[in-house]
């Protein structure tokens, strides 16, 4: 089976930045996804790595390292709105998609 | 808005009780895919159909039975569930399988068996 660890919780303040990170384990790798969850509603897709380095999109990027079974997701300029449960997602040789348990991220003023 | 419906959005039923969820997707995907949500819990992927087909169980319990009558629709048809059964149930679709691009997801059905 897959294995994917990613904080429970995290609490920023409204401006500042904050780093979910997640480390896994699967058979095989064909690509690391992070979606954004709101209470009650559908994940939506924030960020795709499949090759190492930095993906950058907005306030919103994503780092892969595929030697480290590491990644990371970087919230900058935090609002009240990204308050919200971040999901990372790693896909297998057998393209099926294993989740971590999800990071629940508080925006404080 | 995803492209992904679901149908109940809460469902409260009996052990005893026949239900059905409902997903529908409307981007002319070729994937579908149900998993389940619990509190705390990573979601766990239940079942997938690629072009209609069913191509993954992934030991899900007979009292759920899935139904993909074609690529744009699926169900979940449930009988005689247990309590642990409640959870939050997504659908999701993709373009298909083996495919580089993201899964879109439904908002849910929140179900609770009584």
């Known amino acids: 089976g897959q294995n994917i660890d990613q904080p429970t919780e995290m609490t920023a303040t409204e401006g500042a930045i904050v780093q979910i990170n997640c480390t896994y384990q699967?058979?095989?790798?064909?690509?690391l996804f992070w979606y954004q969850q709101h209470a009650g509603e559908a994940p939506t897709f924030l960020s795709y790595?499949?090759?190492?380095g930095l993906e950058e999109k907005g306030r919103f990027s994503s780092f892969l390292s595929r030697s480290k079974g590491y990644s990371y997701l970087l919230l900058k300029e935090l609002q009240m709105k990204d308050s919200a449960s971040y999901l990372c997602?790693?896909?297998?040789?057998?393209?099926?998609?294993?989740f971590g348990a999800g990071t629940t991220v508080t925006v404080r003023a | 808005e995803t492209g992904v419906t679901q149908t109940p959005r809460h469902l409260v039923m009996g052990m005893t009780n026949k239900k059905s969820l409902k997903c529908e997707q409307h981007?002319?995907?070729?994937?579908m895919y149900w998993y389940k949500q619990s509190a705390k819990k990573p979601l766990e992927l239940m079942f997938v159909?690629?072009?209609?087909?069913?191509?993954e169980n992934n030991s899900v319990p007979s009292r759920f039975s899935p139904e993909c009558p074609n690529s744009s629709h699926l169900f979940l048809h449930l009988h005689t569930l247990q309590p642990e059964d409640s959870a939050l149930y997504l659908c999701?679709?993709?373009?298909?399988?083996?495919?580089?691009?993201?899964?879109?997801f439904g908002p849910g059905t929140r179900l609770t068996v009584t």
């Open positions: 999701a679709s993709s373009q298909e399988v083996a495919e580089v691009g993201e899964q879109y």
């Open positions: 699967t058979s095989g790798f064909n690509g």
């Open positions: 790595n499949v090759l190492d």
């Open positions: 997602a790693v896909r297998d040789r057998d393209y099926k998609l294993s």
């Open positions: 981007l002319g995907h070729n994937a």
């Open positions: 159909y690629n072009f209609k087909e069913q191509t």
